[in-house]
Nanobody, 123 residues
Framework: QVQLVESGGGLVQAGDSVRLSCAASGRTFSPYTMGWFRQAPGKERGLVAAIRWSAGTTYYADSVKGRFTISRDNGKNTVYLQMNSLKPEDTAVYYC????????????????WGQGTQVTVSS
């Protein structure tokens, strides 16, 4: 079993930056893809960014391109989401997730999920 624990959320102002972390623990951790999702009140959870664990190839939703950066530290089993130029519409609970097998970047079928961390951006 794999456990994912997010950290780094909080209350920030528009234009600020925040870095989220997601640490994985459990049995040998070797996912194919790690992703960051978010869910705002009254909205469905959606993919924000994803990264191939081995190759480091990345994907971003159009709404965050140029502002967010996903990265990973394989040695620490940790994935990060650097969020810059935050906007009020970025307010959401952010979840990290791990997928063990191949899937297209836009797939939302992940095997393990974290508990989520709240990011609130005030105007």
């Amino acid at each position: 079993q794999v456990q994912l624990v997010e950290s780094g959320g909080g209350l920030v102002q528009a234009g600020d930056s925040v870095r989220l972390s997601c640490a994985a623990s459990g049995r040998t951790f070797s996912p194919y893809t790690m992703g960051w999702f978010r869910q705002a009140p009254g909205k469905e959870r959606g993919l924000v960014a994803a990264i191939r664990w081995s190759a480091g190839t990345t994907y971003y939703a159009d709404s965050v391109k140029g502002r967010f950066t996903i990265s990973r530290d394989n040695g620490k089993n940790t994935v990060y989401l650097q969020m810059n130029s935050l906007k009020p519409e970025d307010t959401a609970v952010y979840y990290c997730a791990a997928r063990q097998t191949y899937g297209i970047f836009t797939s939302t079928q992940y095997d393990y999920w974290g508990q989520g961390t709240q990011v609130t951006v005030s105007s």
